[in-house]
């Protein structure tokens, strides 16, 4: 069974610093990954995917890495801003369609 | 359009009352998913409809009941819920092809 966990569990920077959020996977049979946001009371909104046969994705300050063979992905957030606070959320998707989510990393970006 | 809509957004009811959430979209999509999340939790999945027929039911109580009248809408049907249903129920869909799961914002529910 997949499992996915994401380190740190939460985080407070100042604005403008540059982080790097992790996130593991026990299972290397992937579909792809998806990095996701969620404000609180809110839905997820999708920042990115990443396909299993792709390396990495970019979206403005964002850019998110796949390391299948180690099991693991990154979301880096360059230039951070207040409005960058939210959770964020890994998910891996299997060959049947199911999103195993990690634990979310909550991020405080501080003025 | 990306977009996954939920109706309503905020649900109270009693633990005999009936009701139902609704979710849409139209992006042709043909995989619907149901998600309960409890606070500072992740999503845990409920059900999973492909092509208009349940595909995944994860073991979820039968007080809950899914319904997908067609390839653009989705419900669930609740009946005699205890309190500790009370959650944010989450509604997505993916395409075929990529599997991008794109997700509604939610019906936050209260059981009393």
């Known amino acids: 069974k997949q499992e996915v966990t994401q380190i740190p569990a939460a985080l407070s920077v100042p604005e403008g610093e540059n982080l790097v959020l992790n996130c593991s996977f026990t299972d290397s049979a992937i579909y792809n990954l998806q990095w996701f946001r969620q404000d609180p009371g809110k839905g997820l909104t999708s920042l990115l995917l990443?396909?299993?046969?792709?390396r990495e994705q970019t979206s403005g300050r964002l850019n998110a890495s796949l390391d299948k063979s180690s099991g693991r992905s990154t979301l880096y957030i360059a230039a951070s801003q207040p409005g960058d606070s939210a959770t964020y959320l890994c998910?891996?998707?299997?060959?049947?369609?199911?999103?195993?989510f990690g634990g979310g990393t909550r991020l405080m970006v501080k003025p | 359009d990306t977009e996954v809509t939920q109706t309503p957004k905020h649900l109270v009811m009693g633990m005999t009352n009936k009701k139902s959430l609704k979710c849409e979209q139209h992006?042709?999509?043909?995989?619907m998913y149901w998600y309960k999340q409890k606070a500072k939790k992740p999503p845990e999945l409920m059900f999973v409809y492909s092509y208009e027929k349940l595909s995944i039911n994860e073991s979820v109580p039968s007080r809950f009941s899914p319904e997908c009248p067609n390839s653009s809408l989705l419900n669930l049907h609740l009946h005699a819920l205890q309190p500790e249903d009370s959650a944010l129920y989450l509604c997505?869909?993916?395409?075929?092809?990529?599997?991008?799961?794109?997700f509604g914002p939610g019906t936050r529910l209260t059981v009393t």
């Open positions: 990443i396909q299993s046969s792709q």
């Open positions: 992006m042709g999509h043909r995989a």
């Open positions: 998910a891996a998707t299997d060959a049947g369609n199911m999103l195993t």
């Open positions: 997505a869909s993916s395409s075929a092809g990529t599997r991008e799961q794109y």
